[in-house]
């Protein structure tokens, strides 16, 4: 891990990881970030605090419905949304960064250092049985 807030994702767990999310360009390095260590106003990249970056995202939008006793019921969307932004691209550093907030950054944590538990007792599994005395 380079730091607290970034962290680069090895392509194999991003396929894992963000499974279905889209093309996927080799040049760039994949990186997560979290959400609350992004500049903003205007939103720059978390490396180089460049303003020319490309920013992924959606809007959510909330609503209440008020339903009684099965009438047709009454819809309230709010007006204004909350922009969600999902992915920063830095031409700059070639970096894709992956917004994400802590639960998430935690779990990708922990989740890495699964994988790496595995593959270490996966590396024991198939080596070589050395014999007590054996010389080579
Ligand atoms: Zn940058």
Redesign the pocket.
């Known amino acids: 891990m380079k730091n607290n807030n970034h962290k680069v994702i090895p392509q194999d767990e991003f396929f894992n990881l963000w499974a279905g999310s889209g093309e996927q360009d080799d040049a760039l390095t994949n990186e997560l970030v979290l959400a609350d260590e992004v500049p903003t106003d205007p939103i720059r990249?978390?490396?180089?605090?460049?303003t020319t970056?490309s920013v992924e995202g959606y809007y959510r939008l909330a609503f209440t419905i008020e339903q009684a006793d099965g009438s047709v019921p009454k819809e309230n969307l709010d007006d204004e949304g909350i922009k969600v932004v999902e992915v920063l691209t830095?031409?700059?550093?070639q970096?894709r960064w992956y917004v994400v907030d802590e639960a998430t950054f935690r779990l990708y944590e922990e989740n890495h250092e699964l994988r790496v538990q595995v593959a270490i007792l996966e590396s024991l599994l198939h080596a070589p049985v050395r014999i007590m005395g054996e010389s080579n």
């Open positions: 990249c978390p490396k180089c605090n460049g970056i830095c031409p700059s550093c970096i």
